[in-house]
Structures are given as structure tokens and as C-alpha cells.
């Protein structure tokens, strides 16, 4: 398990090749936000899509198993005085949220559970929360890229202030990777700290997904690739995943 408490500190860094601004115009293009719709961002990390989704018009509030990462986001929404609900909870233990128009589980978040079980209880404590009609939006990655993209480490990121190798390992179950990953973050000018970090992710075919949420009463499903309206080919490295209570 992933503490975070590092890398939380490092997290925005590392995620600037994904593209925010196109997961919020994804949800407005099948969510329009005209009479100003709750939105529950689960698995919202430091904040940055929960900012972008509340600045297009959602009514945004956002869960995160890290208190590290809240406390981040926190501090991004004072800085932008914005007032976005954070509480720490886990996605598999989602309660207190009625009624909703719109639940989304953003950049492979929910690759984190292991377990088939726990990702069955996470999508049906979000059907539970949703309002008829409501919309759930997430992404997963791939088989190919779990299987082939990942195991071709080690990675590297060198940006003069953070420094990064990662290596990576197939996990026990199928479709599953260890990812290992060594930072040299600068703490004072000239001297770099270094701290580690060990993460573990496991993903399914989309036709599983699929059958879950039609299972838990979804009455649409719909599955798209790589940021576009396609479907997802045999080399497509993420896949969307939305759907319709």
C-alpha cells in the first residue's frame, strides 16, 4: 500500500502529460452542468481536475484515502478561494453521498484495488449514490499496457528539481504491476532528499467492467480509448469507461 506521504508532494510534477483540461470536457459533453450538478470526484488526489471541474460549473466535493493529498488539494483551493468538501475515505467504503448527478473515479484510480470484490462493492456503493440517471465516468488502463508498456522499465524524469527512476514488476494476479519507484526531490538549494516509493495496480478487460455494472443495475455502459470517441483497440493503452443509472 502506497503511503503518499512524499508523494503527494511530487505527484503534480509527474502528472503534467495528462491532459485535465480534456477529462472536463469529456463529462461536459455527456454531463452538461446548466443547473450546476453535484459531482463526487473519487480518488481526487491534489485537486487539480476537482478545481477544473468547479470552475466549468459542477457542484464538486472529493474523497481521497490519502490525507496527504487532501491536504494538498486543500491548500490548492484556499490559494484559489474555492470551497470543494474534502474527506478522506476510501472508494471500496464510499458512504454519505445521496443523490448525486454525477460520481468519477479519475486516472486510473481505481487500478489501486486489487481485488475484483473490492471494485464490484466501489462501483455499487457509486450506483447507490447516484440519482436516476446519474452518470458515472472512470478510466482504467488497459491490458496491453499493464502487460507490455509498464514491463518495459526502467522509466526516468529528470525536470532540475525532481528526480526520478522507476521500475516496474508483474504483480501475483493477472494483469497486475509493482511499481517501484525512487525520488531525489530538492530540499534546499544544492542538496536533494531522496525517499522511495512501492505502488501496485491490477486492471481488467473492459467486457469485465462491462458485465459489473450491468449486474449492478447500470442501464447503459459505454467504452471509448486513449481520450477520443474510438473504441479501445488491441494496442490502446487507456480506457473510459462511462455509464447511466
Not at 64 to 90: T, W, Y
Not at 142 to 168: A, C, Q, R
Not at 187 to 214: C, I, M, N, S, V
Request: hydrophobic share 40%.
Amino acid at each position: 500500500m502506497a503511503s503518499y506521504e512524499r508523494f503527494a508532494q511530487v505527484y503534480d510534477a509527474l502528472m503534467t502529460d495528462i491532459p485535465y483540461d480534456e477529462y472536463v470536457e469529456w463529462i461536459k459533453a455527456y454531463a452538461p452542468q446548466a443547473k450546476y450538478p453535484t459531482l463526487l470526484d473519487i480518488g481526487c488526489g491534489t485537486g487539480v481536475l476537482a478545481a477544473l471541474l468547479d470552475e466549468a460549473g459542477y457542484q464538486v466535493s472529493g474523497i481521497d484515502l490519502s490525507e496527504e493529498m487532501l491536504m494538498v488539494a486543500s491548500a490548492r483551493f484556499a490559494a484559489a478561494n474555492k470551497s470543494i468538501p474534502l474527506i478522506s475515505m476510501s472508494m471500496e467504503q464510499l458512504e454519505g453521498f445521496h443523490e448525486l448527478d454525477i460520481a468519477i473515479i479519475p486516472i486510473d484510480s481505481i487500478n489501486y484495488l486489487r481485488e475484483e470484490q473490492a471494485v464490484i462493492e466501489t462501483l455499487q456503493r457509486i450506483y447507490d449514490s447516484l440519482r436516476q440517471g446519474g452518470q458515472l465516468f472512470f478510466d482504467v488502463h488497459s491490458l496491453y499496457k499493464m502487460d507490455e508498456i509498464f514491463l518495459e522499465s526502467p522509466f526516468t524524469y529528470d525536470d532540475g528539481e525532481i528526480t526520478y527512476v522507476w521500475h516496474t514488476e508483474q504483480g501475483k494476479e493477472p494483469h497486475s504491476i509493482y511499481h517501484y519507484m525512487t525520488f531525489f526531490a530538492e530540499a534546499t538549494e544544492g542538496l536533494y532528499e531522496r525517499f522511495d516509493e512501492e505502488h501496485y495496480q491490477r486492471t481488467f478487460a473492459p467486457e469485465k467492467y462491462e458485465a459489473w455494472l450491468y449486474a449492478i443495475g447500470f442501464s447503459e455502459v459505454h467504452i471509448t480509448a486513449d481520450w477520443s470517441t474510438e473504441q479501445p483497440e488491441e494496442e490502446s493503452e487507456r480506457i473510459f469507461i462511462r455509464a447511466i443509472k
